[in-house]
């Protein structure tokens, strides 16, 4: 079938994006879903720092390739060999787990082998690829490539939700929730009066922070934005600071979510004796942090990396879905507007320079 997609020609174009234009808006080719896999029509798709990391070049991936890997849609075909039916909303996710290799094993502390190998080769987790260009091949996008009117996505790449969850809402849990949710919860582990702090309030630092509130912890909220920190104390931090201002408060979990050497090193400081760092930022591969590994030792603390909050969707997205319906969990309050697929550009200045948090394409 003709469908309309974002695909992104090069990585490491300059920004401005919206001059460099290294994402073009057309026409493609989507081929039927295969055996276990699903045709589904794009309701909203989220913009990510994740999607921002492969414009400018901080994590590359095979071109062309067509992009968005936060999203929510509804069934409206299925290959052979798949159980969810037609007309299932569904929340995408960009990490499928196939169940069977040992990573799967580890209740979400490691990604999936077959499924981080497909990413890496820009497939679906069955080493296909449906999208095509006049006759070109073009790469899948973490196994989604939701910034476009429809995707065929394997059925390991979906959760699905009732109808009574919003497009928007159920897009934001398949990745800015697992991933910030799921840092404080699988990874960080507070305990009962643990307090828990955020570094980094972009749209994965500040859904840890709604769901670290939700579930009745203090929360500090750090970012160099001042106007993040309004929201973040809107949102229930109890204190809300810039880096600087941050120098002497300590938390037993501390979720380092910026993407920083910096970031990090900020967590690190503030982390309690006996506490956990978990990092789930997403640096440049050459960005190096400085740490004392004496106060590792004499603290006895831990550092953690966290990939998409170490979840295993189909447990994590209903308990996010509960707490989102007993209104403990305003998912709304991240999402900064709503765009079209031509605006992809601009939208990606607009988050680069710190102005968004969830900007959603919706169709």
Not at 153 to 168: H, I, K, L, Q
Request: aromatic share 2%; glycine share 14%.
């Amino acid at each position: 079938m003709r469908i309309t997609g974002a695909v992104l020609e090069r990585c490491g174009a300059p920004p401005p994006f919206a001059e460099s234009t290294p994402i073009t808006v057309g026409e493609l080719d989507l081929d039927p879903p295969g055996p276990g896999e699903l045709l589904l029509r794009i309701e909203a798709a989220g913009l990510c720092h994740s999607d921002l990391s492969v414009v400018d070049g901080s994590r590359l991936r095979p071109t062309p390739m067509l992009l968005g890997h936060e999203a929510a849609g509804v069934v409206i075909g299925t290959g052979p060999g798949t159980a969810v039916a037609v007309g299932t909303r569904v929340v995408l996710t960009f990490l499928p787990r196939c169940g069977d290799c040992a990573a799967c094993a580890t209740d979400g502390r490691l990604p999936c082998s077959a499924g981080a190998a497909a990413n890496a080769a820009g497939t679906l987790v069955g080493g296909g690829i449906r999208l095509h260009r006049n006759g070109v091949p073009v790469r899948h996008h973490l196994g989604v490539s939701a910034f476009a009117t429809h995707a065929v996505v394997s059925a390991d790449s979906v959760v699905p939700v009732d109808d009574d969850v919003p497009p928007g809402i159920a897009a934001l849990l398949g990745c800015a929730v697992l991933t910030g949710g799921g840092a404080v919860v699988n990874a960080g582990r507070p305990g009962p009066g643990d307090t828990v702090a955020v570094v980094g309030l972009g749209g994965v630092g500040m859904a840890a922070l709604l769901v670290a509130a939700a579930l009745g912890h203090e929360v500090i909220g750090v970012d160099a934005v001042p106007a993040k920190l309004d929201l973040a104390r809107e949102l229930g931090a109890t204190t809300a600071c810039t880096p600087a201002e941050a120098t002497g408060l300590r938390a037993p979990v501390v979720v380092e979510a910026a993407g920083s050497a910096r970031a990090f090193e900020t967590a690190c400081a503030m982390t309690s004796p006996g506490g956990t760092t978990v990092t789930v930022g997403l640096p440049h591969p050459d960005a190096r942090a400085s740490i004392s590994p004496l106060g590792l030792t004499a603290e006895a603390r831990t550092i953690v990396g966290s990939y998409l909050g170490s979840a295993v969707p189909s447990r994590d997205i209903p308990r996010y879905v509960e707490l989102w319906r007993s209104g403990r969990l305003p998912l709304d309050r991240l999402i900064s507007g709503r765009i079209g697929l031509g605006e992809l550009p601009a939208a990606l200045d607009r988050l680069a320079a710190g102005e968004a948090l969830r900007q959603l394409v919706t169709f």
